[in-house]
């Protein structure tokens, strides 16, 4: 899959709107540009940002700082040049910084916490056991073969509906944040970056934005899925 491109530009039109945050840019505002090629639909797809908004691609550009992104994957492609002015560049780059580390911020505590419940689970003393208590006997019933059947082609199909599930892989649309089942034959990893409702070739009910979120998607949050 080709890799994405990045500008830094300034706003032509202010219509175009922060891909993070939903507002809109305004005309002659500097804007990070992020074009991205789908093959399956053949075509490019542009994400706008303002400076403060965009956090450098944490699984495309795993390691790399945002100076390095600033210095090495930024095309300046805005009415003054603004890269090559060091103190509108070190704003640039303390905007990225900032937006980047919030995410990793974010993603710490989450982990931090289900450390820490893990923990107080393991220090918890073990409940002592309650002594059983002594039941009247029941009598037996007797149990007919067609029941034995129907008990055990329910046992199968709650197995299956529950493997069915879990086993339900995810993509959410980074325009809208509804979430499109994947087929079974679809990996995650086989789509790009920043994904949307458009891109979905495989059910073309739920290709737009306007489609209701598909059974089973609420709720989710798109830090499970990804990052951008």
């Known amino acids: ?60 550009m795993a390691g790399v700082s945002p100076e390095e992104f600033v210095d090495e994957h930024l095309e300046d492609c805005s009415n003054d040049d603004v890269l090559s002015d060091p103190e509108t560049l070190a704003e640039i780059i303390a905007d990225i910084t900032l937006a980047t580390n919030a995410t990793k911020k974010k993603a710490t505590k989450k982990k931090s916490k289900a450390e820490t419940n893990e923990e107080e689970e393991d220090c918890r003393p073990a409940k002592k056991a309650k002594k059983a208590k002594k039941k009247a006997p029941v009598k037996s019933e007797e149990v007919t073969e067609d ?44 789509l790009p970056d920043e994904w949307y409702c458009n891109m979905n070739t495989w059910d073309t009910c739920f290709a737009t934005c306007e489609a209701a979120e598909e059974e089973g998607g609420e709720g989710r949050s798109l830090l499970e899925e990804k990052v951008e």
């Open 147 to 190: 029941d034995d059947d129907t008990s055990d082609d329910s046992e199968k199909g709650d197995s299956s509906s529950a493997s069915s599930a879990s086993e339900q892989q995810w993509v959410g649309c980074d325009s809208c944040g509804k979430w499109r089942k994947l087929p079974a034959s679809m990996s995650p990893d086989t």
């Open 1 to 60: 899959m080709p890799p994405s491109t990045h500008k830094i530009e300034n706003a032509k039109s202010g219509r175009s709107k922060c891909k993070r945050c939903k507002e809109i840019i305004a005309k002659g505002e500097l804007r990070i540009v992020t074009e991205a090629y789908s093959e399956t639909r053949d075509m490019d797809f542009v994400s706008n940002y303002h400076t403060q908004c965009f956090k450098v691609p944490p699984r495309a």
